[in-house]
């Protein structure tokens, strides 16, 4: 059993990114580091793999796609973020609704993933 200090504000939603041993977590830091890639199988000093800085209001939601390797994340803001993980880096920032994203879903062939909000 591990702890860690994830986001210093607040933590929303997690993913295991395809195995046990590699987290994905959303939440709102003031650093804005609001999406992180973690490795639980090092000492949680050394255990931040990557944090990336797609939502500036925070983080709320993750969907991972194993297939591409794309990590898929919804905002306050209602943007959604798409990171390629082989890569580290954001590939596209998405306006897909006026509230924050609330739910993400990716399809059994990664071709097509869907959003959800409040609005």
Do not use: M
């Not at 255990?47 to 898929?72: E, M, N, R």
Request: aromatic share 8%; proline share 3%.
């Amino acid at each position: 059993f591990q702890t860690w200090q994830c986001h210093n504000k607040t933590a929303n939603d997690f993913v295991f990114i395809s195995s046990a041993s590699l987290i994905a977590t959303a939440g709102l830091s003031s650093d804005n580091r609001n999406i992180c890639l973690w490795d639980t199988l090092v000492s949680p000093t050394n255990s931040l793999v990557h944090a990336f800085t797609c939502h500036d209001s925070g983080a709320t939601v993750l969907a991972y796609a194993p297939k591409h390797q794309l990590l898929i994340s919804g905002g306050r803001k209602g943007f959604t973020c798409i990171i390629d993980l082989r890569q580290k880096q954001q590939q596209q920032l998405l306006q897909s609704h006026d509230s924050p994203v609330k739910a993400i879903a990716v399809d059994p062939t990664e071709e097509y993933f869907v959003t959800g909000s409040a609005e």
